[in-house]
């Protein structure tokens, strides 16, 4: 082995809680520490050191990605009541991921990754199909109202001039109920802007699609702010990427992903991207083959796997137990962290290292060499190994 790869600017090195914590460090023994000299600003997401800091660590590191650009962060517990006493907890802090998307206003891409012997559930899908889901308004703040008899329910808005504006919602002669929501054209416009990034930045296609025949005003907002956004700042980029925006109907958007091959980006509201989510990762095979990155309308990077901290093998790994729980959509991340890293810097070494990693870790499920979760997925012959032998494997695999 020649020189370790050396780095210039250092990635945001966000760690996490249980197995994928075990995981995170074996990552680097294995992989990354053999052959790049890494350079990381560590910060502990922890859970006992969120505590210990009043949850200051979560918001450092969250600005420590705003300054430099790039972060790569483990899974983390987000607490319940049951965490909160079995980890002695001050308060039940809020989810990490919640305060750092919110502080980076960024919008989150779930991306599978694809290995021959495990087919999707759908035959004609042969590329990724990456889901981008507005994390703002609509239902998830919605304000409800049971309807207990005869009425009339208005919608009512007060200007700061003292202006208004009522709109008649339902005159009801009998129970029922109401629901009213809201969005921003800020929160629409970021997220319109990174999704036109993300396009561009792994040239594909980005699909768009809300049911603005029936909402004239609502969903036709979130059209028109994305045209307005696309037209303004995006049409030449993407001609000259040499890709699509495209816009067409939440129905038709269905229907065409289902028939289509993959290889897209396709931006959902939120609702649509909440229940798109799961049916895509589903479709694809499994949650510990997803990859997960936040991305900033102004271009900051944070990769993660799309799976929790896996609680259950932690427990078998405390009692001693060798778990065979998946690694790779953590060491995705951590690869999609340094090429990002390597890319920004113009260290091609970075870049290279990353992709060689990704086929060794490929080719090694391709050889029938796999955690126990992808077995029951897999065709072919298979080989069960345990997370860290899976790791080694990998490694022998890697040719520089
Ligand atoms: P989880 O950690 O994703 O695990 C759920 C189950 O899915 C596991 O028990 C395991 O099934 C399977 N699984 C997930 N990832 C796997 C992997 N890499 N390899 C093998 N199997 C895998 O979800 P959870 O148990 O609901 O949540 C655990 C903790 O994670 C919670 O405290 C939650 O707050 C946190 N969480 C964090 C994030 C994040 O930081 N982004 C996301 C989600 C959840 P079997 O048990 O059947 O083997
Ligand atoms: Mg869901």
Redesign the pocket.
Known sequence: MGEKIQMIVPLVEID?DEMTRVIWQDIKDVLLTPYIDLKTEYYDLGLKKRDETDDKITVEAAEATKKYGVAVKC????PNAQ?VEEYDLKQMWKSP?GTIRAILDGTVFRTPIIVKNIKPFIKTWEKPITIARHAYGDVYKGVEMKIKGRGQAEIVFTGQDGHVEREIIHDYDGPGIVMAMHNLDKSIESFARSCFNYALDQKQDLWFATKDTISKIYDHDFKDVFQDVYEREYQDKFTAAGIEYFYTLIDDAVARVVRSSGGFIWACKNYDGDVMSDMVATAFGS??MMTSVLVSPDGCYEY?AA???????YYQYLQGEKTS??PV?TLFAWTGALRKRGELDGNSSLVQFAGDLERATIKTIEEGIM?K?LALLAEGEKNIVNTREFLQEVNSRINI
């Open positions: 996490g899974a983390t517990i987000t965490r991921n949650l510990a993660e799976h929790g901290t896996v609680t259950r093998h729980t998946n959509a955690t979760d």
